[in-house]
């Protein structure tokens, strides 16, 4: 094996042992470094909590919560669209004017 190669087998070693790749290198995957220790044992309580709380409405209550988280999530969904929309509209209406600029009002050169 020559030093390049050897090389190549150190970066990919690197790589795959990188915090920001999701998996082990025994291929299971990790958890955010952010909710190791602590994070991950208040994270664990809340959702419990939730759960607990969930399961003991009545089954109006359970559809009431459904029908409202599924409200939100579709106007979130909604605001994100509307704003990638207003993106796009603005890049278009960018070209427009960059166009209109360079074609009518900047100066053409002189003809000789």
């Known amino acids: 094996m020559n030093s390049q190669d050897r090389q190549k087998s150190r970066e990919v070693e690197v790589e795959v042992e990188s915090p920001f790749n999701p998996f082990s290198p025994n291929g ?5 470094s952010w909710l190791n220790g602590k ?4 994270a664990q309580q809340y959702l419990q909590q ?9 089954v109006v209550g359970k559809v009431i919560v459904g029908l409202f988280a599924i409200s ?9 669209f509307q704003i990638v929309s207003a993106l796009i ?7 427009l004017i960059y166009g209109v600029y360079k074609f009518f ?7 000789s």
């Not at 299971?28 to 955010?32: C, I, L, R, T, V």
């Not at 939730?50 to 009545?58: G, H, I, M, N, T």
């Not at 939100?72 to 994100?80: D, G, I």
Request: proline share 12%; net charge positive.
């Open 28 to 32: 299971k995957p990790q958890q955010p």
């Open 39 to 42: 994070n991950r044992e208040k």
């Open 50 to 58: 939730a759960r607990e709380w969930f399961d003991s409405l009545p």
């Open 72 to 80: 939100v999530s579709f106007s979130l969904l909604k605001t994100v």
């Open 89 to 95: 509209s603005m890049a278009i209406l960018g070209v």
């Open 105 to 111: 009002i900047a100066p053409q050169s002189p003809e």
